[in-house]
């Protein structure tokens, strides 16, 4: 049974997520409820290996590190 939903959303990422339903050849509305059903599905626990857990935690950042700022600007001197 499908049910409508009301969603608060912004303006840009509408037109966005609109055109990108479009050029997939998908519905907006199909888009969403495969979203929320990937988020709501039953995850089996993920393993960490032995050596990512040894690393976890050795690496320590500055306490006003902004990371979309740290990011942009590794893909700004990429490109």
């Not at 049910?3 to 959303?9: E, Q, R, S, Y």
């Not at 039953?42 to 979309?68: C, R, Y």
């Amino acid at each position: 049974m499908t049910t409508k939903l009301t969603l608060t959303v912004e303006a840009d990422v509408i037109k966005k997520a609109k055109l990108y339903a479009k050029h997939t050849g998908r519905s907006l509305s199909e888009l969403i409820e495969n979203y929320l059903e990937t988020l709501t599905e039953d995850q089996p626990a993920m393993q960490i290996s032995p050596k990512l857990k040894k690393l976890a935690g050795s690496v320590t950042l500055p306490a006003d590190f902004d990371e979309k700022k740290e990011l942009r600007a590794y893909f700004e001197n990429k490109h």
